[in-house]
Structures are given as structure tokens and as C-alpha cells.
């Protein structure tokens, strides 16, 4: 349950703040995966990054910038937020994305994010 | 792109009685079939994952079933037990991207006592 962690759990942030959530995985993946959960859509893919490079933007809203300086940490910065961003935002690392697509993913406990 | 269709979105079952949920997808390219369950409050995590060169994977309780030409996936849950209850969501990935993988809209799985 250690393998992936993510600060902070909870957010709550006005529409004019910036923040920025980060995600580790400590289990020596190379892909890593920025999910937005909410009741609407249960599990949404934003972004993935294989290798450090991003491979896949979800057509997720530029308000949402993510960052991935090594294979081991992820970061999502957030501004100009809106209400209906509210929701819970999972990180997973897998070991890998190759031809055959990815694989197991690890998921962290996630932060949930509250925009008022 | 990718859509993932998953049904039903609730299943009550008696303790003990088979579950039965079953995906639909529409890339033909997809050649990687994941089942995640999450359970309240918890983080999703991997339970059983088929790819596309097998018809069929089982283990222990549960199992998988893919039938590539009609494009969809099942997942199995027999004798249940009340830990089973969560909500269970089956995925696509490796289609026309690699990198991306849908997921369905979850099951919500209640197992009566």
C-alpha cells in the first residue's frame, strides 16, 4: 500500500489559487498516470508519461499542467480551477507502456480536491 | 476513440451465488483486458487481467472470459463472499495508443448475507 503516495490527501482551493499535487511510486516504474474520479466518470485517464515522456493528454483542460521530472515523481499543477473540478485524482505507476499497452497499474491513495 | 461499455452498474447477490459482470469495447486493436476493484474508501486495485491472445484466465474464485470477435469481456466472481463487495471496473488498453486505457463505469457489487 506504500509503493505509490500522494500529497496532500485533501485540497480545498478558491478558483484564483494554484496548487500542485504530487505524486512517488517507490517500485522502479517507468509509466505514470494522472486519473480524475468522480461520480459522473468513475475513472478517467488525464495524462500518461512513459519514460518521462508524456504520451498521452486525455484532452484534459490546460488549467490542468502536469510535470514529470524523473521516472519517480509526477506533480499535477492546478490554477484557475473550476467547481466542477472538484473530485478525487488518483496517480498509478505501472512498470512500463509498450507496444501491447500497459499493464498492472498501482494505484495511490489519491487527493481528494474540493474547488469553491 | 476507445468506449467502454460495463453492465450492469449495480448487482446484488446472495452470499454464496455467482456474479457475473461483462464489458463491451470497440477498438478491435485493444489487446489488454484489466479488472480493478475498488473497495469504499480504498484506491482501485488489480484482481485479474487477460490479453488478447488468451481466451480465458482464472484464479482461485474468479475468472476471465474475452471473445475478441464480439469484442467484450466478462468477469466471474463464484461462491462470494461478503469481502467481494466493491465496486469492480474492467478496462481497455493498447489500441490505437498504447499508452491509453478506458475504463468502464463500475459495478457496484453487494453481496447479501
Known amino acids: 500500500e506504500t509503493g505509490v503516495t500522494q500529497t496532500p490527501r485533501h485540497l480545498v482551493m478558491g478558483m484564483t489559487n494554484k496548487k500542485s499535487l504530487k505524486c512517488e511510486q517507490h517500485?522502479?516504474?517507468?509509466?505514470m498516470y494522472w486519473y480524475k474520479q468522480s461520480a459522473k466518470k468513475p475513472l478517467e485517464l488525464m495524462f500518461v508519461?512513459?519514460?518521462?515522456?508524456?504520451?498521452e493528454n486525455n484532452s484534459v483542460p490546460s488549467r490542468f499542467s502536469p510535470e514529470c521530472p524523473n521516472s519517480s515523481h509526477l506533480f499535477l499543477h492546478l490554477h484557475t480551477l473550476q467547481p466542477e473540478d472538484s473530485a478525487l485524482y488518483l496517480c498509478?505507476?505501472?512498470?512500463?507502456?509498450?507496444?501491447?499497452?500497459?499493464?498492472?497499474?498501482?494505484f495511490g491513495p489519491g487527493t481528494r480536491l474540493t474547488v469553491l | 476513440g476507445e468506449n467502454v461499455e460495463q453492465h450492469p452498474s449495480t448487482l446484488s447477490v446472495q452470499e454464496g451465488d455467482s456474479a457475473v459482470i461483462k464489458c463491451t469495447y470497440s477498438d478491435s486493436a485493444s489487446n489488454y483486458f484489466p479488472w480493478y476493484k475498488q473497495e469504499l474508501g480504498k484506491r482501485p486495485q488489480l484482481i485479474i487481467d487477460i490479453r488478447s491472445n488468451v481466451g480465458e484466465k482464472k484464479d482461485q474464485r474468479i475468472a476471465v472470459t474475452l471473445n475478441k470477435t464480439a469484442k467484450h469481456f466478462s468477469l466471474h466472481i463464484t461462491e462470494t463472499q461478503p469481502e467481494d463487495s466493491a465496486v469492480y471496473f474492467c478496462a481497455a488498453s493498447g489500441g490505437s495508443s498504447a499508452s491509453k486505457i478506458i475504463f468502464g463505469s463500475g459495478t457496484r457489487l453487494s453481496i447479501r448475507p
Open positions: 508519461y512513459n519514460f518521462k515522456e508524456q504520451t
Open positions: 517500485l522502479g516504474h517507468n509509466a
Open positions: 498509478a505507476s505501472s512498470q512500463a507502456v509498450t507496444g501491447g499497452g500497459t499493464d498492472t497499474q498501482y
